[in-house]
């Protein structure tokens, strides 16, 4: 079966500290990835995006970037980190594109970012 | 940018009523789908309707889609406690790369 690991499940930095969290997805091949973030009490947004390795969408212009180093690894970066980087950190992943009928997305029990 | 919308943002109930939670969107779709979290935990698939399909059950779980009304509802029989959670609605963006989703509706169930 499919399993989607993301660690570390919380982090505390300090502003202008650099950002690395990472995901990874087990029992699957060339599966989309995809990072989400959810602010306090609100929807998610959608960050990244890739369809295979080397392959990253950029939904946001913001202070992130991600990359995608390994068919089933996805990692999410920031060089300095803002106050405004705080939020909920989600991966997911789907087996295709989500204009087929039936697409459906798994997600990883996510990372809560504090900047300080 | 914001396909789908919740509505209510909150409701509480008592264990054994009904949920009903709404959703609208605003383009067309392939497919709508309902997505459970619970606090701090990642979101969970419940179910997906698609375009051609007026009504879905699973479980305690109705679904509906309206595609005149760009809108569905999620309804919960007999609602327990364990249900507390935040509910969303999702449908792809226009390019059919990444699902979107609305801001939720909190569901609190008490016993």
């Known amino acids: 079966s499919q399993t989607i690991h993301q660690w570390p499940a919380t982090l505390v930095q300090p502003v202008g500290s650099p950002l690395s969290l990472e995901c990874t997805v087990e029992?699957?091949?060339?599966?989309?990835l995809y990072w989400y973030r959810q602010a306090a009490g609100r929807g998610l947004q959608l960050l990244f995006y890739?369809?295979?390795?080397?392959?990253i969408s950029s939904e946001v212009p913001q202070n992130l970037s991600a990359s995608r180093p390994q068919d089933r690894q996805f990692i999410l970066s920031s060089k300095k980190l803002l106050l405004s980087d705080s939020g909920f950190y989600l991966c997911?992943?789907?087996?295709?594109?989500?204009?087929?009928?039936?697409?459906?997305?798994?997600f990883g029990s996510g990372t809560q970012l504090s900047v300080l | 940018s914001q396909q789908g919308e919740e509505d209510p943002q909150a409701l509480s109930i008592q264990e054994g009523e009904n949920a009903t939670m709404n959703c609208s969107y605003k383009t067309s779709i392939n497919n709508l789908q309902w997505y459970r979290q619970n606090s701090g935990r990642g979101l969970v698939h419940l179910i997906l309707i698609r375009s051609n399909e007026r009504e879905k059950h699973s479980g305690r779980l109705r679904v509906t889609l309206d595609t005149s009304k760009k809108s569905s509802s999620l309804l919960i029989t007999a609602s327990r406690a364990a249900d507390t959670a935040s509910y969303f609605c999702?449908?792809?963006?226009?390019?059919?790369?990444?699902?979107?989703f609305g801001k939720g509706t909190t569901l609190s169930v008490s016993s």
């Open positions: 997911a992943w789907s087996v295709s594109l989500m204009d087929s009928l039936n697409e459906k997305l798994f």
């Open positions: 029992g699957t091949s060339n599966p989309n």
């Open positions: 999702a449908t792809a963006n226009q390019a059919g790369t990444a699902l979107i």
């Open positions: 890739s369809v295979g390795i080397g392959q």
